[in-house]
């Protein structure tokens, strides 16, 4: 499978095709959900989403999966190489890193703003002094470089039926959406790294603050207001996934539905998170084997209605012509 994907996207080179092979381990091993819709996109398209996860991937390891001792200063200096061996590999396409030399090649195959891999590192380097944010406001000036610009850089590789301009707030907020749903998911193994991702606001309006998630964190017990903050988180998020939905249908329609079942999977982690009664700070939730099955079969037939949309124009070509390979629409050059 990853041959005929490297192959589609026109990928030959050897060392090219192992570094992008790399990437794709990292979605398959850490990704379940993001490797389980990239299936759905066509294999061309396919390479380039690897990579942007693989680097994603990558940074937040130096932070969060460094040696379980290692200082922050020996963080901040790992971080700070990686930053630098990224502006070198966008520059010049060359890099001493396999992770970095892939996603190198996807930016400009797909003319990717520079400046939304910026904004992701310092989304990172925040997380190395941030433990907790007063507010809402001051939660998005995070989210936006480590969620929003995710969005943005997938949508040059999805493609869309209307300027890119037209859809890049939706894609910004369907990136927001999944990380707000990963902060609801993940308070306690959060708070085991002395992070504290839910709006200080929002906690304490219900009556909650750190000492007391802790507490339920380090007892098992759950109260009454944790409860209520979360369902409060899980309301807050569920406003940005219906910012995010009408976005879908401005996409290529062969990439509609990736992105559906990635949509649908992730926001019901906040069913399968409610339905339980917010056990988030004991143990992860997440969305069952059969249902995952179910979502992603259904992705499978839409992928078919949409090549079969397709097939008409495929044959009034002569037998045995290849077909012509449709770019998505680009945004504008980068000038960074």
């Known amino acids: 499978m990853t041959a005929r994907e490297l192959t589609a996207a026109g990928i ?25 819709a990239t299936r759905l996109l066509p294999p061309a398209r396919r390479p380039a989403v690897h990579a942007l996860y693989g680097f994603a991937r990558w940074a937040d390891d130096i932070v969060d999966d460094l040696a379980a001792d290692a200082a922050v200063h020996e963080r901040a200096a790992a971080l700070s190489r990686w930053e630098q061996e990224l502006a070198v590999g966008l520059r010049t396409g060359s890099s001493g890193e396999p ?34 944010y007063p507010d809402y406001p001051a939660l998005q000036t995070y989210m936006h470089g480590s969620a ?32 707000l749903t990963n902060f609801l998911r993940d308070v306690g193994e959060d708070l085991d790294r002395d992070r504290v991702y839910l709006p200080g606001d929002l906690l304490a309006a219900h009556g909650v603050d750190r000492g007391l998630l802790q507490w339920s964190r380090a007892t098992g017990r759950h109260d009454p207001r ?17 910012e ?28 399968a998170a409610a339905d339980a009664g917010y056990p988030v700070l004991h143990r992860r939730v997440a969305v069952s084997p059969a249902r995952r099955a179910v979502v992603a079969a259904r992705g499978v037939t839409g992928v078919a209605a949409a090549r079969l949309r397709r097939a008409p124009s495929a044959a009034r070509r002569r037998p045995g012509k290849p077909e012509p390979v449709r770019h998505p629409v680009l945004p504008r050059e980068d000038s960074a």
């Open 12 to 36: 030959t080179e050897p060392g090219l095709r192992r570094d992008y092979t790399l990437c794709r381990a990292l979605n398959a091993r850490h990704g379940r959900t993001y490797f389980l």
């Open 99 to 132: 992770v970095v030399r892939a996603v190198a090649h996807t930016a400009r195959t797909y003319g990717i703003c520079h400046t939304h891999f910026t904004d992701f590192m310092a989304s990172m380097r925040m997380d190395l002094q941030v433990r907790a």
């Open 148 to 179: 929003a610009v995710i969005g943005l850089q997938m949508m040059p590789v999805l493609g869309t039926v209307v300027p890119a301009e037209e859809a890049e707030a939706h894609a910004a907020a369907l990136g927001v959406a999944f990380q």
């Open 226 to 242: 944790i409860s209520s903050a979360l369902r409060a988180a899980d309301a807050l998020t569920r406003e940005v996934y219906r």
């Open 244 to 271: 995010a939905e009408p976005g879908i249908a401005l996409l290529d329609p062969v990439s509609r539905p990736c992105i559906r079942a990635a949509y649908t999977l992730y926001s019901e982690i906040l069913d």
